[in-house]
């Protein structure tokens, strides 16, 4: 009975007292990452932390304090929270998670050195970055395109470092761009090399000479240049890739064209303007200011200089002086000079009535002049003699020579004075 009412007893104390609380679980965090380059996000999940408190979440380097987030722990100590890794030096760093109540956990995080490229595609001559992070502050790194020294930069004390260069001939498709640092350590990024062409000019006049230079192209190859459809040139690429051309601009006409270059593979193309300048008004020369002349007509001008040579003229001979009655028009003519031929006599003038005549330069892109202004002329009649006098000059001849043989068949009769 004795034993029974202590047992009783124990239980009442028990109860009256209470039981006392358990200890408080310790925070605890973790990270899904373990390392990585600058610039990574990583997911930090945090338990145990006082209920409804502000988290901070900051990162620690050589390089400093910096806060990366803050959120509040759920109803039981719980939460997760995303950051990203600052620029930092190169090795352990730390990840601190803390609160108010003096929680706080320690984690480690080990930055890995990396190095991005830009542009990843680009023509030789061109302009190109190398931009590094997560590397030891004040550390030399060196740059090499397949071998060769490029370029070379100083990493800042957040262990970041930017290299620039001008890229070099190098042939088409994809290189090895190396990034060293003072162990020997090494890093590859790939560069795709594209076709690059330059010109001497982009607009000009016909017969201009153009210069093409190229790079980017594959090695080696033949390589076809077409001035619109028409295949003007053909060279060939060096080792690298690169070739220098020259041609002059055919006739064409005034406006925009296209320049093709070909590897067979690799095209490009490049737009060229010929000039559009009309050529200048030729000067009359002769005749003018309703001259007489006889026939054959002949016709002169000022020759006419332009850049877009050969010049040819256009000449134009009317009845009025409208033009609208033509009797020649003739196109194309080389000399400054014309001469009517048989086919094209005039026929004479009567008194008071004029031809009219004009003449425009056109030059080898098409282009087209102002006519010159028309000067009138007056054709003669030809300078022969009449039916009348021709046949009776016909006439006149024969009379001569019958009589001519008359007195020499009687000086040569037989018993004649002077005769046999």
Known sequence: MKKATGIFSLLLGTICLGIAPAAAAAPFATLDKWGGPVGTEVTVTCRGFSPEKLITFVFISTQG????????????????????????????????????????????????????????????????????????????????????????????????????FM????????????????????????????????????????????????????????????????????????????????????????????????????????????????????????????????????????SVFDLSEPVTYDLQIARDSDFFLLVLNKTGLTQSQYQLTETETLLPNRRGDFYYWRVRAVDAAGNRGEWAEAAAFHVNPADTPPDWMKYGLVGLQVVIVIAFGIVLARALKPGAPGGN
């Open 65 to 164: 304090i910096q806060i990366l987030a803050s959120q509040a722990a759920d109803n039981n100590g719980y939460c997760t929270a995303k950051i990203t890794v600052p620029p930092s030096p190169q090795g352990q760093n730390t990840v601190a998670v803390s609160n108010d109540d003096g929680q706080k956990i320690s984690l480690k995080f080990t930055v890995i050195p990396e190095v991005n490229i830009e542009p990843g595609r680009a023509t030789p001559g061109e302009m190109v970055n190398i931009h590094g992070s997560g590397y030891v502050p004040g550390e030399t790194t060196s740059v090499f395109i397949n071998s060769l020294p490029v370029s070379s930069a100083r990493a800042g004390a957040d262990g970041s470092f930017t290299a620039t």
């Open 167 to 302: 890229l070099p001939l190098l042939p088409t498709g994809v290189n090895l761009v190396e990034v060293r640092d003072r162990t020997g350590e090494a890093r590859w990024r790939e560069i795709t090399i594209t076709p690059k062409i330059t010109i001497n000019k982009t607009e000009g006049e016909i017969g201009a000479k153009l210069t093409l230079k190229g790079s980017g192209f594959n090695a080696e190859t033949s390589v076809q240049i077409k001035f619109d459809s028409i295949e003007i040139n053909v060279t060939t690429t060096g080792t690298l890739g690169q070739f220098n051309t020259a041609f002059n601009v055919p006739p064409t006409e005034a406006g925009h064209h296209v320049i093709t270059i070909s590897d067979g593979e690799h095209i490009q193309q490049l737009t060229f303007t010929v000039e559009s300048e009309p050529p200048a008004v030729p000067e009359i020369v002769a005749p003018k200011l309703r001259q007489s002349i006889p026939q054959p007509v002949a016709l002169d001008w000022g």
